[in-house]
């Protein structure tokens, strides 16, 4: 798609902030939102082998909490900024910081499912699966695979756009 004479946007250093923000509160939440998860499965379903004096869960996920409480609403607010932006001038979802950054969170959401996947078919053959392992895997590729998903449609949604404009 060319983006006309004159309606080239005017804040390219602003929005490689926002995108960046965007991306690095993305990151943290996910990883919270991960780390939580893992210590709820932890805490249901207890590994025989462990000591039952392991550190309570509250005290694990605190931090972990703090993260999430502090990035989700934040990345949710930025994308909404990001998002009217978007919507006001569509030539704004050219830009090259977002196409970078939004193939690179398509990359690693990948790259985490398929190790994800491989991690699985590792220890499934090797028959030590266990009903806490297949949770953990199953929290890990919701996770990345939601990033995943978004992202992917947030791109297609950028082709129907150019498609219509043209």
Known sequence: MQI??????QTPAK????????FSTLATWTISLGSICYALIDDWIRDPLSPRYAPSVSY????????LIVTLPLYLFVMRIILSETH????????????WLTYIALLIAAGVMIGDIVTFLAFYLRGEVTARFVAKVAVTLAISGGVFW????????TRKVAGNAL
């Open 4 to 9: 006309p004479p004159g309606r080239k946007t």
């Open 15 to 22: 929005d490689a902030f926002l995108y960046l923000l965007a």
């Open 60 to 67: 694990q996920i605190s931090s972990e909490l703090a993260a």
């Open 88 to 99: 006001r001038a569509p030539e704004k979802l050219e830009l090259g910081a977002r196409k």
């Open 150 to 157: 978004y992202y992917l449609g947030s791109l297609r949604d």
